[in-house]
């Protein structure tokens, strides 16, 4: 069991940055984490991931050179700095653990309660 709570949304103008964090509490942090969003109206969608040893990241590639995943397995954190932000990257953004790094959501067991991200034009 894993509780996750994450951070650092907030309203954004177009080509800033935000840093997201993702709090681990629980027995173990031995997990694969992903960050997924979800804009009104819009199914949950996949944004990154990474594997526990942080050998394995994928990336959407609507984010892919402009959002970076990273964690620290010392602090149970995992962090999304998203970086050129644009209006349609607004959503709430989740933070899940998992067995596999995997854009699937069906392979992450624990989720947090999100954080909302807004960009404005």
């Known amino acids: 069991q894993v509780q996750l709570v994450e951070s650092g949304g907030g309203l954004v103008q177009a080509g800033g940055s935000l840093r997201l964090s993702c709090a681990a509490s629980?027995?173990?942090?031995?997990?694969?984490m992903g960050w997924f969003r979800q804009a009104p109206g819009k199914e949950r969608e996949f944004v990154a991931a990474i594997s526990w040893s942080s050998s394995i990241i994928n990336y959407a590639d609507s984010v892919k050179g402009r959002f970076t995943i990273s964690r620290d397995n010392a602090k149970r954190m995992v962090y999304l700095q998203m970086n050129s932000l644009k209006p349609e990257d607004t959503a709430v953004y989740y933070c899940?653990?998992?067995?596999?790094?995997?854009?699937?959501?069906?392979?992450?067991?624990?989720w947090g309660q999100g954080t909302q991200v807004t960009v404005s034009s």
């Open positions: 899940a653990a998992g067995s596999l790094p995997s854009p699937n959501l069906g392979m992450y067991a624990y």
């Open positions: 629980g027995r173990t942090f031995s997990y694969a």
